[in-house]
């Protein structure tokens, strides 16, 4: 039976990617994609204490809603433009929605399980539940969980015609969360588990998050309307959660497409 875990750590990445010189040569010909989820994810564990932890004993869970878009569009270019066979490999290989998790876990020295999860909902949530399950009921002893958008001109021009608006107010960005087992180690606090509910919705609803609305002690009354909102304003409330009240909190989110309902304690 699963159980809470703690969150140990946290990390946002907003707009621009700068790669830490230790990864540089091994990102210099990554896209943006996989950079952000690398750099998000290395820079949240770095902060954590040493430890003896084997490969094996931690997993990475990626969660996104649209994924390397601009890659897909670049490898279809290619692909009518060029033909079959002059399609470069790396192009293609990047195209791949889990190899951003195959980069991390390579880079990361991570050999448990690697998932990539794609939801246009609330992808990061469905990761970070599969992440706790997986820690608390000892699979690993450790999950990195990553929520990463880059977003493409293709979606910007859909949200500014969906909405009939001139500017569209998201800005790229990953964030990482890790966890590990309940007590094991001094962290923000325990997540005892995320309740998703999810409706029928209209393609734009999911893209421009109309309705989506988030409550709960230490989240802001309002949010940037774009697919990573959600996770950017979680996690900051997750750094900050020592102001709060020591007590249960419950989160939740509601929009036209679904409820969610994230349960921490302190």
């Known amino acids: 039976m699963s159980g809470p875990v703690t969150v140990s750590a946290v990390n946002q990445l907003i707009g621009n990617c700068v790669v830490p010189e230790q990864l540089a040569r091994e990102l210099r010909r990554a896209d943006l994609f996989i950079q ?3 750099t ?3 820079s949240a564990i770095s902060g954590l204490p040493a430890d003896k932890l084997h490969p094996e004993e931690i997993g990475v869970f990626i969660g996104t809603a649209y994924g390397p878009l601009e890659t897909n569009f670049e ?3 290619s692909l009518i433009n060029e033909g079959e066979g002059q399609i470069s490999p790396t192009l293609f290989s990047h195209s791949v929605y889990n190899a951003a998790a195959g980069y991390v876990a390579r880079l ?3 050999r448990g399980p690697v998932m990539t999860i794609t939801n246009y909902g609330w992808p990061f949530l469905i990761a970070l539940e599969e992440g706790r399950v997986a820690v608390s009921t000892g699979r690993i002893a450790r999950a990195v969980v990553i929520g990463v958008e880059t977003y493409s001109e293709l979606l910007a021009d859909a ?3 969906f909405l009939q608006v001139d500017t569209v107010p998201w800005e790229r960005s990953a964030v990482a969360w890790v966890l590990e087992p309940a007590g094991a180690a001094k962290g923000f606090c325990r997540l005892q588990g995320i309740n998703l509910c999810e409706y029928e919705a209209q393609p734009a609803d999911l893209l421009t998050r109309r309705g989506e609305t988030l409550t709960g002690c230490g989240l802001p009354p309002e949010i940037p309307r ?3 909102a959600y996770a950017i304003a979680l996690s ?3 750094s900050s959660y ?3 009240p020591a007590q249960q909190h419950c989160w939740l989110i509601n929009a036209s497409f679904g409820r969610a309902e994230i349960n921490l304690a302190g």
């Open 159 to 161: 949200y500014r015609r």
């Open 36 to 38: 952000m989820a690398v």
């Open 75 to 77: 490898l279809l270019g």
């Open 242 to 244: 020592d102001k709060l």
């Open 40 to 42: 998000s994810a290395y």
């Open 108 to 110: 990361l020295e991570i």
């Open 236 to 238: 900051e409330a997750i």
């Open 226 to 228: 774009h697919p990573m």
